[in-house]
């Protein structure tokens, strides 16, 4: 058990798979913001990707250490409205938005769902990312079965900390969630897919 941050392909998006918690809805009333906004409705998802390990083509994490250094770390180094969006939005979607969606639909864990473009999350991640000095060509790119999780529960994480010495290496609870809003930006653009938690 726990909470997973995981992409989700277009069966699920558009909702043509509801044992496994499809997300019509979500995708429709995004749409019809969008459109409400002037934007191009979010609609190339792509197809689910084959199961190979490594191959970056899914997104898999486990939200596992505390949050509380992360929190603060977000408010030392972001503005009140950009930390909210980083740590409020429960959909994360490869599209840019002016400010976060809020639709009145239960996500997962929350009464409603929030919308969070992944360009703008990519940017404060970058920045919290410069703020702890985090090696981020020595962090796990592939994201697609718990690799990033593991780099930091299982012992890669303190060996690079050993060799790469710096901030991040100070609370690895929090250079886990710097990394894991990075990667999983970077996934959601690199993909074109949408994250959610589950």
């Known amino acids: 058990m726990g909470i997973y941050l995981v992409s989700v392909a277009a069966r699920e998006w558009f909702g043509e798979d509801?044992?496994?918690g499809g997300k019509g809805a979500v995708a429709s009333a995004l749409n019809e913001e969008l459109r409400r906004r002037g934007l191009a409705p979010y609609?190339?998802?792509?197809e689910a990707a084959g199961l190979v390990r490594g191959s970056g083509q899914s997104f898999e994490e486990k939200l596992v250490p505390a949050m509380d250094g992360f929190g603060a770390l977000c408010r030392k180094h972001l503005a009140p409205g950009e930390a909210?969006?980083?740590?409020?939005?429960?959909?994360?979607?490869?599209?840019?938005l002016d400010g976060e969606i809020r639709l009145p639909l239960e996500s997962a864990y929350t009464d409603e769902t929030v919308i969070a473009g992944a360009p703008e999350v990519l940017a404060l991640a970058e920045r919290l990312a410069a703020a702890i000095r985090l090696p981020v060509d020595a962090i796990p790119e592939a994201c697609d079965n718990l690799d990033l999780t593991m780099w930091f529960l299982e012992?890669?994480?303190e060996e690079a900390v050993a060799a790469r010495p710096g901030p991040w290496g100070v609370?690895?609870?929090?250079?886990?969630?710097v990394a894991l809003y990075l990667r999983a930006a970077q996934h959601s653009l690199r993909r074109?897919?949408?994250?959610?938690?589950s």
Do not use: Q, R
């Open 43 to 46: 609609e190339s998802v792509p």
């Open 155 to 157: 012992g890669p994480a």
């Open 18 to 20: 509801e044992e496994e």
């Open 84 to 96: 909210e969006l980083l740590l409020s939005w429960s959909v994360l979607v490869p599209v840019s």
């Open 192 to 197: 074109g897919c949408p994250l959610t938690y």
């Open 171 to 177: 609370d690895l609870d929090t250079a886990f969630y």
